[in-house]
């Protein structure tokens, strides 16, 4: 019996925390469209859309007529952007909040995640090739291509974090609660400090990739593909598209920052109890800003896009290769 | 690469070189606000001034003029008429500017320096032969 109320208090709480993730990842993943907007906007030095444009988008796609090709396989085609949007916020209700690990902790870890990330391309893929169009099909077969691509960097990045962690001896290593409270830059030489460098350059890198943004959005590639895969999607189902393009960016810059960031501001600045917890919240979410502009913004204004077999040798070949020597050096800096 | 990045990230703390043209935002209800704008209680923010040596609305002068016609025959699309005014001598130009390419050779051949390139820029019209688009 206990077993049973004990599973249904677990079920309830999920239930109004993947409620409450959603909110915030839908709500914060616009605003972080919005401010991505406004400062690719100022480095081309135009003042750019208000913050608050993402929404009136949004609420501009809802209004509109959700057209289904007449090629397409409808049940597909309109069941590929709530997969997209879903798997988004499931990866998101499993990375920590600032130093606020979530109960979902227990239930998967780093890894799972690094399998999670692949199923809102996967479903975009779907989508596309669901679409019956020539331009859909050419896009999803570019984001398998790219999708395959950037695998070999982040499996690297994942298996570095885990085995700093387990080398020094911390239980569950690939777990985000052990994470976030063991900082890897606390566990590694100067060596390492170097190889973590790289791994850092090497997740920057994929996250555009995994975001499909120039210089990697040869998916969707507006100019000569007129957006590729979401060239059929319209209404309803290119704003379920849309918002998860902002629940991705929010999950990948989470996860960055809960890897390489992990350091709250509370202890620095000597405030604790409660208004330090919310001082480190507000820092993170900084720390996602922060790590968006870099990564995102800034590599979008300032790069002209790859074709699709630049991107799979600059993935597969120079990106994995750096990130394996970041590996090496780790591996020599724990002494394997 | 490298130098892109720091130009781009040095960009972010320049200047926008547009601004928020007619009014702060796009208004709901144009007429409206311009009507309102004639009211006095909205604001136009003014276009982005133009920049050196711009070509706009070519400005002609007319007494200056001693119709020798070289402009008629440099235009490469064929803006530019040559005709005598009734009563006088001397052959003056009329410039349609519905035609004219902005390419400014008009300018550089005049002898008297007659033609010059105005700022002006907002030439959108209905009608090809308003009173505004044709110089003379």
């Known amino acids: ?336 | 690469m490298g130098n892109m990045l720091i130009d781009v990230f040095l960009q972010f703390f320049r200047k926008p070189a547009t601004n928020k043209f007619p009014v702060k935002y796009t208004p709901k209800d144009v007429t409206g606000t311009m009507k309102l704008v004639q009211e006095g209680k909205v604001s136009i923010v003014p276009p982005v001034s133009v920049p050196e040596n711009f070509r706009g609305k070519i400005a002609y002068d007319r007494d200056k003029c001693i119709g020798c016609g070289l402009c008629a025959n440099v235009c490469p699309s064929k803006a530019i008429e040559l005709y005598t005014p009734e009563g006088e001598k001397k052959k003056k130009i009329r410039i349609y500017v519905a035609s004219c390419t902005f390419c400014s050779q008009c300018n550089d051949i005049c002898p008297v320096n007659a033609l010059s390139m105005s700022e002006e820029f907002l030439l959108a019209d209905t009608d090809k032969f308003s009173k505004n688009l044709i110089v003379d």
């Open chain 1, 1 to 336: 019996m206990n077993d049973i109320t004990s599973l249904l208090e677990t079920s309830s709480w999920i239930v109004i925390w993947a409620i409450l993730i959603s909110i915030y990842g839908i709500l914060f993943g616009l605003v972080l469209k919005g401010i991505d907007r406004k400062v690719a906007a100022r480095m081309q030095t135009r003042i750019g859309p208000p913050l608050r444009q993402p929404f009136w988008d949004v609420k501009k796609l809802f209004l509109k007529e959700n057209i289904v090709p007449k090629d397409a396989v409808p049940w597909v085609f309109n069941s590929a952007p709530v997969v997209a949007l879903a798997s988004s916020l499931l990866v998101l209700m499993y990375l920590p909040f600032a130093k606020e690990t979530t109960f979902m902790d227990k239930y998967g870890d780093l890894v799972l995640i690094l399998y999670l990330l692949i199923i809102p391309a996967l479903s975009m893929v779907v989508g596309g090739f669901a679409s019956g169009a020539p331009y859909s099909t050419v896009g999803a077969q570019r984001e398998m291509v790219s999708m395959m691509s950037y695998e070999l960097p982040l499996a690297t990045i994942v298996i570095s974090v885990g085995w700093i962690l387990s080398n020094n001896g911390i239980v569950n290593a690939f777990a985000l609660s052990s994470i976030v409270n063991n900082p890897i830059w606390d566990h590694v030489g100067i060596v390492g400090a170097g190889g973590l460098i790289i791994l850092l350059f090497s997740l920057m890198a994929v996250t555009p990739g995994e975001l499909s943004k120039i210089p990697f959005d040869a998916p969707e590639a507006e100019t000569e593909l007129g957006g590729g895969i979401l060239a059929e999607y319209s209404g309803r189902n290119l704003a379920m598209f849309y918002i998860a393009d902002g629940v991705k960016t929010l999950v990948l810059s989470s996860l960055a920052v809960a890897i390489f960031f992990p350091y709250g501001i509370s202890n620095f600045i000597g405030i604790t109890g409660d208004i330090g917890r919310i001082a480190d919240i507000i820092f993170f979410l900084v720390k996602i800003e922060i790590f968006m502009f870099v990564s995102v913004s800034m590599v979008r204004v300032a790069f002209a896009r790859l074709k699709i077999n630049q991107i799979s040798s600059l993935y597969w070949v120079k990106l994995g290769f750096v990130s394996l020597v970041g590996l090496t050096l780790i591996l020599i800096d724990g002494g394997f």
